[in-house]
Structure formats: C-alpha cells, structure tokens
C-alpha cells in the first residue's frame, strides 16, 4: 500500500483490469485499474497517446495561421483551439479586438459549450445510465405519464410520440444494426433505471440530435462556415452590415435574427429536457456517488467569457477563474498563466525526457523530446503492452501541476471555483439543485455532480449567450459596426520577439496555448490541453491525476464489465484527441476488457 | 437502407472528404475534396464538403442529400495507395473502425444516426484509398497516396455521371474547404525541418507499424 501526497491510498496487489480503448470519447486512451477482492478499484492507472507538441507543425509558420492548424487538432473543439490560438497571438503582439468581436467570441464560445455539454450527454455519456434496450420494454402510457411530472412544459410527450419512437428504436435493433448502442454492457446490474425512464431519456436522445444541428448554425453565421468556421486575428472575420439584405456576406439583421432563435432553442431544450432529464435520471442513481476523486480537493479554472474586450481579469469573467488546493474551499487562489512558478508540465512518468530529471517546465520554456521505453515490471512488448508499469513512464500525456498540485478542471472545476467564490449565478443554481435533489453539498464532489455541474453550466451558457447577444445588438445600433482590428496585421508593425499566451475554458476545461514569434514567424508553441490536467500521469513526488483519483474506491458490479469506470471516465467529457480516423472492415471490436 | 438504387436521379448530391490533414495519409479524403475543387466546376445541386474529423457536426448535411459520395483514407489491408470502392450497405461495414479509428463519433456513426432517424441518403458510395502512413504527425500525403488523387477523381467522375452529375473542367468555389493555410501545398511546403520538430511516432497503439 502507498499512500500519495495528495490523500490517496494505492494498493496494487489485486486483480488487474485493463480497459483498452476506453469508448465514446475523443481519441486513444487507456485504463488500467486494481480491485480487491470485494470488486473495489484500489490503484488506477491512465494513459494515453496525444498529440506530440504543436511545435512540430507550427515552427517556422505564420502566427497569423496558427488557428487553422490547431482547428484540425480535436473534431470536437475545433473553435475553442482556434479562439485560444488567436488570444495567444494577440497578446503576444498586444493587438486590442473591438467590442463587438468580444460579443461575437463570446457568442460563438458560449454555443459551442452548450453544444457540446449536450451532446455529451445525450450521446457520449446517457448510455452509461440510460439502458435503450431496456426501453424497448417500457410503457408508452407510463413514459408519457413520467415525462408530464418531470418536466409538465415539454410538449412532446403524449403516448403515441412515445409509442412511435419505441417502434422506430425496436426496427432499429431488428435490422441487427445496433450500431450506436453496440459494446454496451446491457445486462449490468449497475443500471437502474425502469424502462419507461429509459424510454425518455433515449427519446431526448433523438431530439438532441435535432438541436444540435440546430445550434451550429450560429457558427455558420458568424465563422463563415461550420464545420471549420474561420477565425481571425484582431477581432473575427465577418464583416457586420446591418441593413444589408441577402443570404451571403455580412451580418445583418435576418440574420441575427436566426441566432437569436437558435438561442432561444439552447435556452428552451436546457429547461424543459437536459436540466429535468439530469435531475430525473440523477434520482435513480443518487446513491451512486462515487467519482469524486481531486474534484472535492483541488481544482483549477482559468476562467472565460469576458465582459469588456481585452480585458482578462478575474473579476470581468463571467466564467470564473480560480485555484483551490487540498479541499480549502474557503481560499481560491487566482490563476496567472504567465508565472513560471504556476503551471509547470513534468514528465517523470511520461514518455519524454528533459535535462533536468524531476523538474517542472513551464509552456513557454517547453520542450517535446519522446523517451519511449516501459518499466521493469511492464508486461508485454513495446508494441503490444498486456500491462503498464505505473511506477515508471507510462503515458503520452504530460502531467501538468499547478504550483506543484494535481487538479481537475472542466465543468464541475469552474463550478466549484464559482460556488467557494460565491458567484452568484452558479451558487443559485448549486443550491437549487441540491435543494430539487435533497442531496448535501458533498454529494457535488461525485461522478454525478461532474455531469450535473455541465448541465447547469450549459443552462447558465445559454443565459450568457442571450445576454452577448443584446449587447451585440445594443452596440450595433449604437451605431458601431467594427469586427475587427487590423492595424498590426502587416508583421512589420511587430517587435522582433513577442511571446503570449491564449486561455479559454473548454467544455472540457481549461485550456492553454503558449506562443513565442521570432522574426514574424512562430517560434514556439505549446498547448496545454484539459485532458493533458485530467489524464496526466503520477508526477516526481507520486500525485495521481484527475482520472486516476476519480477510479479510486469504486465498487464494480462485474469487473469484466467495466461500466462503472466508463461512467466516471465519461464524466469528464475526456477529449485525446489526436488520433486518425482510418477506418477498417474487419473492425467489430473496439474495446477488450481483460481481467488479470 | 433499400436493397435496390432509387430509380429516379438524386435531387442534391453532397460530395465529402474526411480524415484529418494533420496525420500524413490521413488526409487523403480532404485532399481529393480540394483538388477536385481545384479542377472541375460542379453543378449547383452538389456540394463539396471538407468534413475533417467532424463526427455529429456533418448530421444535416447528410440528411439534406439525396446521394453521398467520400473519400477516405481506409485500411482495407490492401497494398499501399490501392483504391477500393464500396457501395451502400457495405459502406458501413467498411466503416467500422479498428484501433485506429477511434473517434468515437466518427463518420459511422454519423451514418447509423442518420439512419435512425430514417435520413440517410439511399445513394452511397465510398472510395477508399488505402495509406501508406499515418503515423507522421504533421507530414502530408506519401507519393503513393498522392498519386492516387487523380484516378480516385476518374472514379468520382464516373460515380457521378452515373447519378446524372457531369463535371466540366474548371474550378468550384465553395465556402466549405479549408482555410487556404493549411491547402495541401501551404501545409505540406511549410513543414518545419526535422532536426526543427521531432518527429518520432508512437508505434505503440499502431499494432504492425512498430
């Protein structure tokens, strides 16, 4: 037994179980975990491959561009990358965006952490609670019932709607194409929900599909084009021309009339199904709360959403920012990226090396030197590894600390800063869910609280992007149409070196781009990922990382059947995102299990 | 998905190149989007779309076609640069993804939900091209791979004639290719020297390439 610094207890003479690849996320990862001989998780291990460094594409390119390469990183956060890449330009050359590229940022962030925080849960993460095999047995009648008592605004939710979903999801399972609902664990006894709840949730399942089609739209509008929308440095690259008529070219009214509609839909499907159906489907599992792991110890925001242009401090974000460390929720600590001291990237039990063994590297001083090779106790071979060796380097991902600290970020971490900061929005809702709930202020700290801390967040998003809009619109009519500022567009008005650094929160937490230009072109430059935070390995003094804290202590009702780990694992929204996308016909099996 | 091809032409046809342009071969499908555009101007009831590693995001653009028509890069265990064309249902099976896939909303999926919803396009046709690597972050199309672009497009071309579609030479602008930085020649022709950028690859989930 070891005990870590940072309040865990790690025993790993238990039965192995190797999870690989952990599904329904972005990217390649991979899970190892201990559990004694009461099925309880007593050491958990993750790892996985990223990306190797954006140094390796951007060195020697134009800063200008750095958007549209780390766009193409993620095929999920393509717009958060490219608003953090161009941050990190415009401090570096200290260029100041207008008001209305502030508005229009933040309307385009706003909807992208609605978007995702829904279809995370609705399509990545539902399947870890919600059972669709098991709706086939439901009740039309009863599902209709329960709908009208959790959420009586909802108009779809009469009998034959639910009849008829019932009857297109059983063609579906017949056709032999399971498809979408293929590796799930169905029989578990770790579900338990009834079927009519089933039938619901795997009904708002369909309608979110919907939505989300819906909700990109805005990046149409505003980026030119969605997928990949454009992105610029000085502002953003649509020009507003508000009596103007027609389908192509400058914003004008009509179509800011579509966003405002689009925005309403967030904000209406937010109240009547995702907030309801987390609190219904909550219910049945208030029990089940574990997957705390760091979330109740320390956790990390840098904060987003800024009031006025240019403008990065704490106190002018409507999404906090904010450290707490070892459970203090009565300090939280600001957050400045630019302090080598602060965050601070190690590699002791990655597969890199630096020249000093044990030291931290802060972003702007980082380096991406690969040193692949497996500990003495690794089982397996270099190309085929049956178990890692957790006491020696074991991931592609770097262990990045704050002053030293192993934290979570992501929606639960923003919701915590802003709860202990007393923020006024997020404590309301804190406290009325838990109120709805009947469940204590712990009971956030959970791999519940992780997923009902996004659909808060993405209920309050929705409220922000109403709230950038009319000030878009009061502004425009003010009479100030500026996207964007390109006086230091020409690299000749640049200083022959400059370095900065772009920080945003991701749906899945905070995220960091670092840039050093050298005459004009990038010299440097170095993303700090939230899956990097999440998923980081141990570090030199034995911290484990957000993952591996959350497995701690589960109970697993079979362990060759690892949904309780893909439940807390999902929780985070995790994004390793680097991976290709080739595809194969021999490809039946996406995930072994296998228990040793 | 219907046994037998609709008898009537397709109404809007949506031409689509996936895979990601950062991974070597990978981009083998974006690319065949952007030559295409390049050289033949197409008519205004089809739609050429670089879909990247977009999972959901590329839902209604499926769902407003009445044929689709992708390239991809594709791991048919064939010999490198191979082209393979797969048509309607067999076009999900190829899709399956083995480790190397691994979005997990990836463009099967993206198929199987449209089909849950009862709006996937009837027409389906897929031209695969078989990588020679992939494991090269930030390296572009290998000879072999880029070689195929061309012939892939004279299959494009026939497809297409077929679904009453007829390219002329020329060129099509589209709001839906990618950002002229990161086009084949920019992206490829800006690479940063090796000794620059380490390029070493992670042989360990590519089973086989190690």
Request: hydrophobic share 40%.
């Amino acid at each position: 037994m070891t005990a870590t610094p940072n309040g865990f207890n790690l025993d790993n003479s238990g039965r192995r179980i190797v999870v690989d690849p952990v599904t329904r996320i972005e990217g390649h990862m991979r899970c190892e975990v201990n559990v004694d001989e009461n099925n309880y998780i007593r050491n958990a291990v993750s790892t996985g491959t990223m990306w190797r460094g954006l140094e390796v594409i951007l060195k020697g390119r134009d800063p200008r561009d750095a958007w549209a390469f780390t766009e193409r990183i993620c095929g999920v956060c393509t717009g958060t990358h490219a608003l953090t890449s161009v941050r990190a330009v415009e401090d570096a050359l200290a260029i100041k965006i207008p008001d209305n590229a502030n508005s229009i940022r933040n309307i385009m962030q706003l909807n992208l952490q609605i978007h995702d925080h829904i279809v995370h849960f609705y399509h990545l993460h539902a399947l870890d609670w919600v059972n669709p095999i098991n709706a086939l047995r439901a009740d039309p009648k009863a599902t209709s019932e329960l709908q009208q008592a959790v959420s009586p605004s909802h108009p779809l939710s009469s009998p034959g709607y639910f009849r008829d979903v019932q009857n297109r999801l059983k063609k579906f399972v017949e056709s032999g194409q399971l498809g979408l609902f293929k590796n799930g664990y169905w029989d578990n006894p770790a579900y338990l929900l009834p079927p009519e709840a089933d039938l619901m949730a795997t009904t708002h399942y369909l309608e979110a599909l919907d939505l989300q089609k819906e909700i990109v739209k805005v990046h149409t509008i505003f980026g030119g084009k969605n997928p990949h929308p454009n992105w610029l440095v000085g502002g953003v690259p649509c020009p507003i021309n508000i009596d103007g008529v027609g389908a192509v070219g400058a914003i004008n009214m009509e179509r800011l009339n579509m966003v405002s509609s689009i925005i309403d839909l967030c904000n209406t499907f937010n109240k009547n199904v995702y907030i309801p159906d987390v609190i219904a489907i909550g219910g049945f599992y208030k029990n089940w709360l574990y997957g705390g792991g760091l979330s109740g110890k320390s956790v990390l925001a840098y904060g987003d959403i800024p009031e006025h242009p240019n403008n990065f401090d704490a106190a002018q974000l409507h999404l906090p920012r904010g450290a707490i460390i070892n459970g203090n929720l009565n300090e939280v600590h600001d957050v400045d990226p630019r302090d080598p001291e602060q965050v601070q990237e190690f590699v002791d039990h990655s597969w890199y090396t630096y020249a000093e063994p044990g030291k931290g590297l802060h972003p702007w001083d980082g380096v991406t030197e690969p040193k692949y090779e497996l500990g003495p106790n690794a089982k397996g071979t270099r190309t085929n590894i049956l178990e890692l060796d957790e006491a020696a380097k074991y991931s592609w991902i770097k262990a990045p600390r704050w002053r030293g600290n192993a934290m979570e970020v992501g929606p639960l971490a923003r919701y915590v800063v802003g709860y202990a900061k007393g923020h006024e929005d997020i404590k309301n809702q804190v406290e009325g869910l838990l109120r709805t709930m009947n469940l204590p202020v712990t009971a956030l700290f959970s791999t519940l609280g992780r997923t009902a801390a996004r659909a808060l967040e993405s209920e309050y998003c929705g409220r922000l992007q109403k709230y950038f809009f009319d000030k878009l619109v009061t502004n425009i009519k003010n009479g100030d149409q500026s996207t964007a500022n390109v006086e230091k567009w020409d690299p000749k008005t640049w200083p022959k070196e400059a370095k900065g650094v772009g920080m945003t929160e991701a749906p899945r937490g905070a995220l960091g781009h670092w840039i050093r230009i050298k005459d004009g072109r990038i010299d440097n430059y170095q993303c700090v990922v939230p899956t990097t935070w999440n998923g980081s390995p141990r570090d030199t003094k034995g911290n484990i990382g957000a993952f591996e804290a959350s497995l701690m202590d589960t109970y697993m009702e079979r362990p060759d059947e690892p949904v309780e780990i893909l439940r807390t694992l999902h929780s985070f929204d995790p994004c390793l995102a680097c991976s290709t996308h080739v595809m194969s016909p021999d490809g039946d099996v996406l995930t072994t299990v296998k228990v040793r | 998905m219907p046994a037998t091809r609709p008898a009537s032409l397709p109404a809007s046809v949506l031409v689509l190149g996936i895979g990601n342009v950062l991974w070597a071969d990978e981009g083998f499908g974006v690319r065949c989007i952007e030559t295409l555009a390049e050289t033949f101007e197409v008519p205004p009831h089809v739609r050429l779309l670089d879909g990247g590693t977009q999972g959901l995001y590329l839902l209604p653009f499926l769902e407003q076609a009445d044929a689709l028509l992708v390239f991809d890069a594709i791991d048919y265990g064939l010999a490198p640069g191979t082209l393979k064309v797969v048509r309607d249902a067999d076009v999900p099976a190829f899709m399956g993804a083995k480790k190397m896939s691994l979005h997990q909303t990836g463009f099967q999926d993206v198929i199987a939900t449209a089909q849950l919803l009862g709006r996937c396009p009837p027409l389906l046709t897929l031209i695969g091209c078989q990588p020679v690597e992939l494991e090269d972050y930030g390296g572009g199309l290998r000879p072999a791979v880029a070689a195929a672009i061309a012939p892939a497009l004279e299959v494009a071309f026939r497809e297409l004639q077929d679904w009453g579609v007829t390219l002329v030479p020329g060129r099509s602008s589209s709001a839906d290719l990618a950002d002229p930085s990161i086009r084949r020649h920019a992206y490829e022709d800006g690479r940063p020297a090796e000794e620059l950028a380490c390029r070493v690859g992670d042989d360990r989930f590519f089973p086989g390439a190690g």
